[in-house]
């Protein structure tokens, strides 16, 4: 996100920040050329529909205005934003301390990694909609459903890469603190965490994309309680509002890219002193 | 489990003692059979042999990290110092906390901790670098940091497993000087395991040579040249004459 305000600085800034932000400037250059070319496209598409389909794909700034900035539109669209953006992020959270929890107590006791692992890679391939159905029974058509139908869909990635990353400790290290005899504890918090960080934030960064899927999927299966953006995009569809069905995709891109950013922000930051995925 | 540390079995001044020591693997392999060493405080002794002999195994042997499956290892696990082959640093702390690695997994409290890692960068000529982190530094200049990090334990049986085999020339011989002087001044039993005889032979009082697999010590040398030794000690003829013999005896367990 803060990469888009650079190429408008660059030319404001003291020549060496300058030519430090032309680096940034080029890595940001073709997305943004391909962004460029493709509202083109759309805006082609768009205009090449006879009225009577226009609707279908209102042109950009249509959907700007109309979907996004006119003041109906977003008094709408931003709480749903919200709504589902803490949906997200909350059943994300959840995801990351069990899914940590259950990676950790996997390393512990191979047995139980053996006992459960299959039981992760079943959770993962089940269909989640297919259990959704199961979940407005127990649950009811509540927030507790669609949260967990969030965690269902982002948990995967967290434990299996977490424990990856604890299992991958170079053998030498591992004797070194075998020779202090030091105590499973020690071993998990000096050498272990620290050692799965590069591959644990991997997953978060997967995770993170998959909660905000799995928010949009709940409020789309559920729809009750307060609207999120998955409730707004069916009920566009339904009232033939298209350009505010654009712009709550559009939302729900951005709140997928936002999540995204963010965790490959922390994780070059976190990783950039020692680990070569974040070299330079 | 046999037993295998203890200090009553070590001789008044025995760093190291194996006796009878053999170690079979689960499938059958025999990798050492009928090893007999010992160590005093005070030597340094280089062990050579073919590929695969169990070198490095009989450092694990010696440290503990391995079990023999017969005979008795005696060692004063307390202080014994291990370089492996690797630097094996953990690459998210800085040198300076690499070096205090084992002090902080021993407790020590803070304070007496960075005192003596700064004292040790300073020895090893690294008290410059002490902010970096690992993957800044060359390979000569991690292997420093591995040393030191054993050396704040201060120990006195130190075992050395190739520590240098990756290096160029010029960087093991300098490492090499550097490590006998702190050999000299710090008088801890030495165990070095190397691929080069003339490494060996500059650093030792005395040379082992072992046998293929299963491994056996099948020769000794004692190395006669007084500390401290110059480099110039290489080039002298009868550093040659000693190279060549350990050179020979090696050669007979190879072919």
């Excluded at chain 1, 990353?165 to 170079?170: C, E, K, N, P, T």
């Excluded at chain 2, 490494?199 to 046998?211: D, I, K, N, P």
Aim: hydrophobic share 50%; proline share 5%.
């Amino acid at each position: 996100m803060t990469q888009l305000q650079s190429p408008q600085r660059a030319g404001e800034a003291t020549p060496a920040v300058a030519s430090r932000n032309s680096g940034r400037g080029r890595s940001i250059l073709p997305p943004a050329l391909l962004f460029c070319g493709i509202l083109a496209v759309w805006e082609a598409i768009s205009a090449s529909l006879s009225p009577g389909r226009k609707y279908l794909l209102p042109s950009p700034q249509s959907v700007l205005v109309h979907g996004l900035l006119a003041h109906d539109a977003y008094s709408q669209i931003l709480p749903s934003f919200v709504r589902t953006a803490l949906l997200s992020l909350g059943g994300f959270l959840v995801a990351i301390v069990f899914g940590m929890i259950v990676a950790a107590v996997m390393y512990r006791f191979r047995w139980f990694e053996r006992a459960a692992f299959p039981y992760l890679v079943a959770l993962q391939a089940v269909p989640v909609l297919a259990i959704a159905p199961l979940m407005a029974v127990v649950f009811g058509y509540s927030d507790m459903a669609k949260g967990l139908i969030v965690v269902l869909i982002a948990f995967f990635p967290i434990p299996a890469n977490f424990l990856l990353g604890l299992r991958s400790v170079d053998a030498g290290l591992v004797d070194l603190f075998r020779l202090h005899r030091t105590g499973w504890w020690t071993r998990f918090f000096k050498l272990a965490l620290p050692n799965s960080l590069p591959q644990l934030l991997t997953g978060f960064r997967i995770s993170a994309g998959l909660a905000v899927i799995g928010a949009i999927v709940g409020e789309e299966f559920f729809q009750a309680g307060v609207p999120g953006l998955g409730m707004r995009l069916l009920q566009y569809l339904d009232q033939v509002e298209y350009n505010r069905l654009y712009g709550a995709l559009i939302l729900s891109s951005l709140l997928g890219i936002g999540f995204y950013s963010f965790f490959t922000w922390l994780s070059h930051r976190l990783l950039r002193s020692w680990h070569e995925s974040a070299a330079g | 489990m046999v037993h295998t540390l203890s200090r009553r079995d070590l001789g008044e001044k025995d760093a190291l003692a194996f006796s009878g020591v053999a170690l079979t693997y689960p499938d059958g392999t025999a990798a050492l059979d009928e090893v007999e060493l010992s160590v005093k405080r005070g030597e340094f002794v280089s062990i050579v042999g073919p590929s695969g002999c169990g070198k490095s195994t009989l450092l694990k042997l010696a440290s503990g990290l391995v079990a023999p499956t017969a005979g008795v290892v005696s060692v004063d696990r307390d202080r014994l110092g291990y370089v492996f082959q690797d630097a094996t640093l953990l690459p998210w702390r800085k040198v300076k906390d690499n070096v205090g690695l084992l002090l902080e997994l021993h407790k020590v409290p803070k304070a007496q901790r960075e005192a003596r890692v700064r004292e040790t960068l300073e020895l090893v000529g690294l008290d410059a670098f002490s902010e970096h982190h690992p993957r800044r530094l060359s390979g000569g200049m991690k292997m420093r940091v591995s040393l030191a990090r054993s050396l704040t334990m201060d120990p006195s049986i130190f075992l050395f497993d190739e520590p240098f085999g990756a290096l160029d020339e010029i960087t093991r011989e300098r490492l090499n000087e550097e490590l006998l002087s702190l050999f000299i001044d710090r008088g801890f039993a030495g165990v070095f395991v190397t691929h080069s005889i003339y490494e060996a032979v500059y650093l030792s009082t005395r040379v082992v040579v072992m046998s293929a697999r299963p491994g056996r010590i099948v020769a000794e040398f004692d190395i006669p040249f007084p500390y401290p030794r110059g480099p110039e000690v290489r080039f002298s003829a009868e550093f040659a004459q000693i190279a060549g013999k350990v050179s020979y005896a090696l050669r007979g367990q190879i072919a």
